[in-house]
């Protein structure tokens, strides 16, 4: 395996790396909030609404057809990346919300009341709320995977929790907080034991370690475009067919009927039957864009350097006195979360942005996780491929002079 080897070429993709914050070089270590977009990215999708723009699946004029085409070569694109079986398991959705969002609702419908629906305590929102949701309105019971100090999920509890009313484990496969990498091949060899399908929560993998959605054997897997280089907007369901061919429509709409009459619908196949509307083709091209980009560059090389970024700045940070990493599992990912003495999250985020350095301060949308740390947010970097380690050099000189003034 040849390394990333010119990072400095892959920098200049990425306009927005070239712009100063009050006069001084961007450094952007917010990625797991979204990250940066390539040039070709940007470009795809001025080329497409200048030349390529019609509602597709629609019209039989020219224009049509080639929207068409190209917004289904994209769920190709999609679906060999994330190596799905066939791309009629891809579905396109706005974003991780909305496919969790989509999976819950339609899978309440097969459960019944005091049926068990378990997730972790290191999930983000929104995989929580819309499970608490319907759980309210099934009357399902919600069960929660505790962690250990270092910020490992407790297998030994899951299999505990595990009974013939669960129904489902919803789990993310890397912790936006933490940035525990969780061992989803073991979870799902010991849900398939019992029957129960596995949901993960992609958002924080899938652009940084290679992900083959069949080895991990996973039922349901999702992720957001923005968060892999692509627009906003614009995500992805996984779902194995067994399973999307079970739930029920989501919303509906045209794009998802087969028949229509004021009588009674019948519904398209998959996976139109979960697109009602007009699919945003733009953004489904502009993500396949994306993911051509970071496959050219490898998922194996970027898992490599960023976890070399990790390792440097955790090694560097660690040198800093009253520093107190959050999350250190032995399998992390490309994320720090810190507190420097009694500092302020807020104010070191503050303070930094002065510098150019862009962090994330707060709960990190997962607030049950930072309340059972005892703690009101932490300050978060988090990696991409074009972080380098001079940038972690000039990051810890900026916080260093922070925590100097703030102390
Ligand atoms: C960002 C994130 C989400 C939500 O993604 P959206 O793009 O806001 O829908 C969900 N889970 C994790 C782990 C995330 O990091």
């Known amino acids: 395996m040849t390394p990333i080897v010119d990072i400095e070429k892959i920098r200049t993709d990425f306009p927005i790396l070239s712009d100063q914050i009050?006069?001084?070089?961007?450094?952007?270590?917010?990625?797991?909030?979204?990250?940066q977009k390539p040039r070709c990215v940007l470009d795809k999708m001025t080329e497409l609404y200048t030349t390529q723009n019609a509602n597709i699946h629609r019209g039989v004029h020219h224009l049509s057809q080639l929207a068409t085409a190209a917004h289904e070569s994209a769920r190709q694109t999609v679906a060999d990346f994330i190596h799905a079986n066939d791309a009629k398991e891809i579905i396109f959705t706005r974003g991780t919300t909305e496919s969790i969002n989509l999976v819950a609702s339609c899978f309440s419908e097969l459960c019944q009341a005091d049926d068990e629906i378990v997730i972790t305590q290191m999930e983000h929102h929104s995989n929580i709320v819309p499970w608490q949701m319907v759980a309210e309105r099934k009357g399902l019971k919600l069960r929660v995977v505790p962690i250990d100090k270092k910020g490992d999920l407790r297998l030994d509890e899951l299999e505990k929790l595990l009974n013939e009313r669960t129904k489902m484990i919803a789990v993310t496969h890397v912790s936006n907080v933490l940035g525990t990498v969780n061992p989803i091949k073991k979870i799902t060899a010991l849900a398939h034991t019992q029957n129960i399908p596995v949901l993960v929560d992609g958002a924080q993998s899938v652009a940084h370690l290679p992900v083959d959605v069949q080895d991990l054997d996973v039922d349901f897997y999702v992720f957001s475009g923005h968060k892999i280089y692509g627009p906003?907007?614009?995500?992805?369901?996984?779902?194995?067919?067994?399973?999307?061919?079970k739930l029920p429509p989501y919303q509906g709409g045209g794009e998802m009927i087969e028949n229509v009459t004021f009588e009674k619908t019948t519904f398209n196949k998959l996976p139109y039957k979960f697109e009602a509307g007009t699919p945003d083709f733009i953004g489904s091209v502009a993500l396949a864009t994306a993911l051509d980009y970071i496959s050219n560059i490898g998922l194996e090389q970027i898992a490599v350097y960023e976890n070399e970024l990790l390792a440097y700045a955790t090694e560097r940070m660690q040198a800093i006195p009253n520093m107190k990493i959050i999350g250190t599992a032995a399998t992390k990912s490309g994320i720090?979360?810190?507190?420097?003495?009694?500092?302020?999250?807020?104010?070191?985020?503050?303070?930094l942005d002065k510098t150019g350095v862009a962090i994330r301060t707060g709960h990190h949308c997962a607030q049950p996780l930072i309340e059972s740390l005892g703690m009101t947010g932490t300050a978060r970097i988090s990696f991409a491929l074009y972080n380098t380690k001079a940038e972690i050099d000039q990051f810890i000189e900026h916080l260093e002079h922070c925590i100097s003034i703030l102390n």
Do not use: C, E, R
């Open 232 to 245: 906003t907007g614009i995500g992805v369901l996984y779902g194995k067919t067994a399973w999307l061919d």
């Open 22 to 35: 009050f006069g001084k070089p961007l450094i952007y270590f917010d990625n797991a909030a979204t990250t």
């Open 336 to 351: 720090i979360s810190f507190q420097v003495g009694n500092i302020h999250h807020y104010d070191l985020g503050m303070f």
